[in-house]
């Protein structure tokens, strides 16, 4: 005999408070209650009789002895008390599915996700009808379906609702978390069944400590060959140009010839032919050439087992380059700065062709400022002081430039300190512009700043860096860079995409990046959780999707599309047990008595209200005050002397006092009337 819900202390505590609350209900002094009257004259008090100390007893002893037994009854019905042994009673196993991307390729006999779900009901429809299942998906992450379920139908309906993912399986994860789960829910731990193809990644667990493991395994033996990791970089050479990097693996045990064709916007862009070892990599390289935005196909042939990993598309964004116009009577002191960087198209003007709302890009005033609307983004050479952008302090003349706010963007990496300008106009800062490089005697180069609330971004220079002493200094080139970068941040950030598996993702950094700037976000925008070890970056997505990371001068965009297989094959332990076993007929060891218990409380606590309740029938409080009177009388001491008044004292619903015999004669009336 033993209880399923309840642990016997839990039942003993339960038991014990509800039956001391009724049984303190049941010696609970009820008071007589007093009444306030208008007057007296009309009654005559009946005699008062001794006071006398009783010890206080219960005077309904067997409608107590009901509702406790009753209570007793309901609590056994709801700890589930069965009649046999414990130990040949149901089990609770735990059936861990893998749905890896492995179980997506095809077999001799269908899909390998297919084999394993029917591996599965088959073991589930073996199990004794009492047994309970909790089903676990693994792959990437091991998710839990169902609960301990005795319901054959919910669990078999999970099974073929599991589709194959695109992540490895993480079979010690899965295996460790079953125990865990079985350890702390479990009843009776039963089996831990593993059904799948057992594709891991290489581990050093030990799987001989799993209790109970059983394995039914789907044969993998499949050639598979698939793309692995596609990587596309702008040439460092030349900017309108890409570098792509294709790496293959072959997953089987035979060489396979192999294929590889590249396609960009539909056009073909590369092929290649070469031999793939058994279970080895090839790495292959192509040049594209375009600054238009288009999609890149990368497809290899011929088809296998698997086809999700033998096609893979990247879409190529539009090279961006900065627009920049001119205006200016030197253009010759320009073209150094702008014609040699590559990112950078620039147009040069007359001031006279100057006109205002004409401007999408960033505009280079050089020598005059125009008098109607000024453009967003600006630069200005030695503005004329009458109408220029800032206040002018003064005229420097041959002034060393001493300082550089490193603090500011376009002071990155300047830190010239001899140069000495021969003439600078030095201006004013104030909470439009702050400064960025200085003389002794004030700014001499001014930019923007975020408090002004201005739509645009505009730098003022007091001198012409290519008619100073800067033009020989790498720091000029270096100062316009800043400056173009800082309006338009796209147009220097290095660009690249690559396509690969979902999983864990880990990158090498820069040793200049600076970590606090680092953002890792999905496809819709959310922060995706990253750490950073040294220089190495690592993140988890367990989703195919886009994952940007962000740095100040890189943007990496990941394409985790293809399918992650384990190489490895697992071995299982020799201890563990194969296949569906035969079905179990097991006879339950035991009885259920919690059915027959609730009926036995409901009826004890029906006789109580029947015989004691407050709202009986005329015969009933007859009948039951004769039975519990004959009881009473039956075992009542008999008493004598002061014990045994002659008459008793009841309070009536007006506060009256009635003069009682000790004999029942019910006739008497012991008050007068007027």
Not at 310 to 319: K, N
Not at 543 to 556: H, L, N, Q, S, Y
Request: with cysteine; glycine share 8%; proline share 7%.
């Amino acid at each position: 005999m033993y209880f399923l819900n309840l642990s016997a202390a839990e039942f003993l505590t339960l038991f014990a408070a509800a039956s001391g609350l009724v049984t303190m209900l049941y010696l609970l002094d009820r008071s007589k209650r007093k009444q306030v009257v208008a007057t007296l004259r009309f009654w005559i008090n009946a005699i008062k009789p001794t006071e006398t100390r009783r010890r206080r007893r219960i005077r309904q002893p067997l409608s107590l002895a009901l509702q406790i037994l009753a209570i007793a009854c309901l609590l056994l019905a709801v700890a589930q008390l069965r009649w046999g042994s414990a130990e040949d009673s149901s089990r609770d196993h735990v059936l861990v599915l893998d749905t890896s991307a492995w179980m997506g390729a095809s077999g001799t006999s269908g899909l390998l996700m297919d084999e394993g779900k029917r591996l599965a009901t088959a073991y589930v429809r073996a199990l004794p009808a009492g047994d309970r299942v909790m089903l676990l998906r693994a792959g990437a992450l091991t998710t839990p379906v169902t609960a301990f379920e005795s319901d054959r139908a919910a669990v078999e309906k999970a099974i073929q609702g599991s589709r194959a993912g695109a992540g490895a399986l993480r079979l010690d994860d899965a295996l460790r978390f079953a125990r865990r789960i079985q350890a702390q829910h479990a009843a009776r731990p039963g089996e831990i069944v593993f059904a799948g193809c057992g594709r891991t990644a290489e581990s050093d667990a030990d799987w001989t400590d799993v209790p109970n493991l059983r394995v039914l395994l789907v044969s993998s033996d499949v050639e598979n060959a698939g793309l692995r990791k596609i990587g596309l970089r702008q040439s460092s050479r030349d900017p309108n140009a890409w570098d792509i990097y294709v790496s293959v693996r072959n997953y089987g045990r035979t060489v396979r010839p192999a294929e590889l064709a590249v396609q960009f916007a539909g056009s073909p862009a590369g092929f290649r032919k070469f031999q793939l070892k058994p279970e080895g990599e090839a790495e292959v390289t192509f040049p594209l050439r375009t600054r238009a935005a288009g999609m890149l196909d990368v497809r290899l042939f011929p088809g296998d087992a698997f086809p999700a990993d033998d096609a893979a598309a990247l879409e190529l964004p539009a090279r961006h380059s900065a627009r920049v116009v001119a205006y200016t009577e030197r253009p010759a002191l320009l073209h150094p700065l702008l014609d040699a960087n590559p990112f950078i198209e620039a147009v040069y003007r007359k001031p006279s062709e100057y006109a205002p709302g004409e401007h999408d890009g960033i505009v280079i005033l050089d020598g005059f400022a125009p008098a109607g609307e000024r453009p967003a983004n600006a630069i200005w050479i030695e503005p004329p002081s009458a109408n220029g952008p800032a206040p002018v302090k003064g005229q420097a003349r041959s002034g060393r430039l001493r300082h550089w706010h490193a603090d500011h963007p376009i002071s990155s990496g300047l830190r010239t300190e001899d140069l000495v300008l021969s003439s600078a106009t030095v201006y004013r800062a104030g909470p439009e512009f702050e400064p960025v490089a200085q003389l002794e005697e004030g700014p001499v180069i001014l930019a923007s700043s975020e408090r002004s609330g201005a739509a645009g971004k505009a730098v003022v220079l007091g001198f012409h860096p290519m008619r100073s002493p800067m033009r020989y200094e790498v720091s000029a080139p270096l100062l316009f860079g800043n400056i173009i970068r800082w309006m338009d941040a796209g147009v220097f950030r290095r660009l690249e995409l690559t396509a690969e598996s979902v999983g864990a993702v880990e990158l090498r950094l820069d040793d200049k990046v600076d970590r606090s700037k680092i953002r890792v976000t999905a496809e819709d925008g959310a922060l995706l959780p990253a750490t950073v070890h040294g220089r190495m970056l690592r993140f988890f997505s367990p989703a195919p999707g886009v994952v940007r990371v962000t740095t100040p001068d890189t943007e990496m965009v990941y394409s985790l599309t293809l399918p992650d297989f384990a190489a490895a094959a697992w071995e299982p332990p020799a201890k563990a047990a194969a296949g569906v076993p035969r079905r179990i007929e097991r006879t339950p060891a035991f009885r259920e008595l919690w059915q027959w218990l609730a009926i036995v409380g409901g009826c004890l606590l029906l006789a109580e209200w029947i015989w004691f309740g407050r709202f009986r029938t005329a015969p009933a409080m007859r009948a039951g005050r004769a039975w519990t009177g004959g009881w009473r009388n039956r075992w009542r001491r008999p008493r004598s002397g002061a014990d045994a008044p002659a008459e008793h004292e009841l309070a009536s619903g007006l506060g009256l006092r009635e003069r009682m015999p000790a004999e029942p004669e019910r006739s008497e009336v012991a008050y007068k009337s007027r």
